[in-house]
C-alpha cells in the first residue's frame, strides 16, 4: 500500500496538470465505453415499450426506478470521495476501504430486499437488491478512472455491455418479464467487473490497515447528500405518478428517462474524467469553465441538446404516439430542464476544488423539499409535474453556479 504523505512526512506528488488534449481523448474513451453500455440498456427498454402490454412496461419502468435510487442511497458518495482522497494522496487504502463499504451494502440491500418482497412488494424489492449489487460494478469504473487506468476500464466496459446485450434481449424476447429482463439489464452483467484491474482492490478490500477515514467520511457525507437528491429529483415523481395517474402516464414518464439517458451519458463522461484531472493541481479547464468563454461555450452546449431533442421528440411522437399520447409534450419539457441542468451542472465540480461539499448538499436538500409540494401541486396531470421538475432541476442548478462563482479556490 503507498504511504500517504501525512504519515511519510513528504509531500505526495501531484500529477501535471492535463492538457485539453488529454481531457478530450480519455473523455472520448469514456464516452464510447459508456455509450456502448447505455445504448444496450436504450435499445432493450425502448423496445420493451413498444412490445410490452402498457401495464407490464409501467412494472419495469418502476423497477427501474427502483434500481436508480437504491443505488444513490446504497453509494455513500463513495466514487467522488475516494477519487478526491485518491487523488489528494496516492493512498490506494481509501479505494480498498471504498470496496469494503460497497460489498456490505450488497448484504444490505439484499436483505432489504427479499424482505420487501416476503412483503409482497417484489418489483420494488428486486430493485433494491439490483442498486445495490450495480454499484459493486460502478466503483470499478470509479476506480478505473481514479488510477487513471483506461485500458482495464475499457475492458471491462466492453464486457458489461456484450452480457448486458445478450442477457436482456434474451430476457425481453424469450419471456417478456419485467422482474426478468431488470436482473438481466442490472444485475448479470455485473459479472464483467471481475476484468477490471482494480478486482484486486476489491478482493483485498477489508485488508488492514485502512487511512484515516475521519475527512473521508465527512467529505462522503455531503457528497452522499448531493448524489441522493441528484438521483432523487427525476426518479421519485415516477412512483408519485403510479400512486396518482394511470399506467399510461408511468410508462410515458418511464420512456422519458429512457430517452434522455444519452444526456446523462455525455455529462456523465466529462464529469468521471475532468474531477480527477481538477484535482490537485491548477486545471485548464476549470480556469476556462469560469471565464465568459467558458459561459458562452456551456449556452452554445445547452443550444446544441435542445436541437438534438426537438428532433428526438418527434421521432418519438411517431413511434410512440399511439401507445403514449403525451409523450412528445412531455419530452420536450422535461428535456429542456434535464439538458440544461446537465450543462449548467459541470460548474458544480468546483464544488471538490474549492472545498465546499457541504453547499451542494445544502442545495440538494433544497431542492429535494421544494420538489415535494410541486409535485402535490401541479399533480393532477403529467404535463403538470414534468414541467414543475424541470423548473427545480435547472433553477437549483443555477443558484448553485452563482454561489460557487463568488468562492475562489484555496
Known sequence: MTVPASASGATAPQPSAPSLREIAAHTTITFLSTLAIQTTTFAILALAALTLPVTEFARLSLIVASVMLASALFEFGLNITATKMYGDTRDEGYLRAAFAMRLLMVLVGGVAGVGLALAGATDVGTG????????VWNGMRATDQARQDYSSFTRSSVAFAVLRAGAGMIALLMFADP???????????????????????????????WPPLRDALRYGG??????????????????????????????????????????????????????????????????????????????????????????????????????????????????AGFSGTAAIGLYSLSVHTRGVPGLAAAIGLAKLIALIPAVILFGTSLVGIVSAVAAIMVGFEVVLALLLRGKARP
Not at 128 to 135: D, F, P, S, V, Y
Request: hydrophobic letters at 60%; one cysteine or more.
Open 179 to 209: 422482474l426478468l429482463i431488470a436482473i438481466a439489464i442490472y444485475g448479470l452483467p455485473v459479472v464483467a467487473s471481475v476484468l477490471s484491474s482494480s478486482a484486486r482492490l476489491a478482493l483485498r478490500a477489508f485488508a488492514w490497515p
Open 128 to 135: 433494491i437488491l439490483l442498486g445495490a449489487l450495480l454499484n
Open 222 to 335: 455531503y457528497v452522499y447528500v448531493n448524489a441522493v437528491t441528484f438521483i432523487a429529483i427525476p426518479y421519485v415523481p415516477q412512483f408519485f405518478i403510479a400512486s396518482r395517474l394511470d399506467a399510461t402516464a408511468v410508462g410515458t414518464y418511464g420512456l422519458i428517462l429512457t430517452f434522455v439517458g444519452p444526456v446523462s451519458l455525455l455529462i456523465y463522461s466529462l464529469r468521471s474524467v475532468l474531477l480527477p484531472k481538477m484535482l490537485g493541481s491548477p486545471s485548464a479547464f476549470e480556469s476556462l469553465l469560469w471565464s465568459k468563454r467558458g459561459l458562452a461555450l456551456i449556452g452554445a452546449f445547452w443550444a446544441v441538446m435542445m436541437a438534438g431533442g426537438v428532433a428526438v421528440a418527434c421521432g418519438i411522437g411517431m413511434a410512440y404516439g399511439a401507445r403514449f399520447p403525451q409523450i412528445e409534450t412531455v419530452f420536450l419539457i422535461f428535456f
